[in-house]
């Protein structure tokens, strides 16, 4: 399967996610609505499944689900995850090296990056750094 129809069902994901499901949390706050994939995390993504599934066919796949949930977990409780500079949070993804790096509004949640953890921290630290220029 070619990204093009993975990234259709994942973005069928997406938009749910920017719809958004309020449920009660523990803390009496609702999930946050509303998650947005900035342009490099998509490239991210896109590059990511690619190599998985260039790989081993479905490895691809079992990529975007992981990436999935971890979304839904940034969702459900944002803030559970560590500050990993300024205002920005990362939030490591099951079974496959990498981290979600976002950043948290009253109303939104942005993803700037998902990143494999074997690059260089600058990179994701730059791209951050630049994100508030």
């Not at 499901?21 to 490239?43: C, P, W």
């Not at 992981?66 to 559970?80: L, N, Y």
């Amino acid at each position: 399967m070619s990204y093009g129809v993975a990234r259709s069902d994942f973005c069928s994901i997406r938009r749910q996610a920017a719809r958004g499901t309020k449920l009660s949390s523990m803390h009496g706050r609702s999930m946050i609505e509303r998650v947005i994939f900035s342009s490099d995390a998509d490239d991210d993504v896109a590059a990511s499944y690619d190599w998985y599934e260039s790989r081993e066919p479905g490895l691809g796949e079992d990529f975007l689900r992981s990436i999935e949930a971890c979304v839904r977990g940034i969702q459900r409780h944002p803030e559970m995850y560590p500050v990993a500079i300024d205002e920005f949070r990362r939030a490591p993804i099951r079974r496959f090296p990498f981290e979600i790096f976002y950043e948290l509004t009253a109303s939104s949640i942005t993803i700037y990056s998902v990143f494999h953890c074997s690059q260089d921290p600058q990179k994701w630290r730059k791209r951050l750094l630049n994100t508030q220029l």
